[in-house]
Nanobody, 115 residues
Framework: QVQLVESGGGLVQAGGSARLSCVAS??????MGWYRQAPGKQRELVAS???????NYADSVKGRFTISRDNARNTVYLQMNSLKPEDTAKYYC???????????WGNGTLVTVSS
């Protein structure tokens, strides 16, 4: 059974930084990423990264957020800098395995950016 557990959310002032972590257990995930969902909005991709280092970012976070991963620990990180109030959302870790259509989600961690 694959499980994803996020950590690192909280209250941050605008312009500040935060780092999210997500540990996967149960299987190696070839693609891991972060999505977010703000109140009243659809869940959207923030950033993703393959196990061989290919990254993808939403335009809204390019230059401010950095995704990284530790394959040996099956862990993905999201370094968020220059945070804005509009970054306030619940951030979800997501992962997929090669040759599988299954998508795995964590329960999410809340990031609140105060102005």
């Amino acid at each position: 059974q694959v499980q994803l557990v996020e950590s690192g959310g909280g209250l941050v002032q605008a312009g500040g930084s935060a780092r999210l972590s997500c540990v996967a257990s149960g299987s190696f995930l070839n693609v891991m990423g972060w999505y977010r969902q703000a109140p009243g909005k659809q869940r959207e991709l923030v950033a993703s990264m393959t196990n061989d280092g290919i990254t993808n970012y939403a335009d809204s976070v390019k230059g401010r957020f950095t995704i990284s991963r530790d394959n040996a620990r099956n862990t993905v990180y999201l370094q968020m800098n220059s945070l804005k109030p509009e970054d306030t959302a619940k951030y979800y870790c997501q992962g997929t395995r090669r040759f599988s259509s299954m998508i795995y989600w964590g329960n999410g961690t809340l990031v609140t950016v105060s102005s």
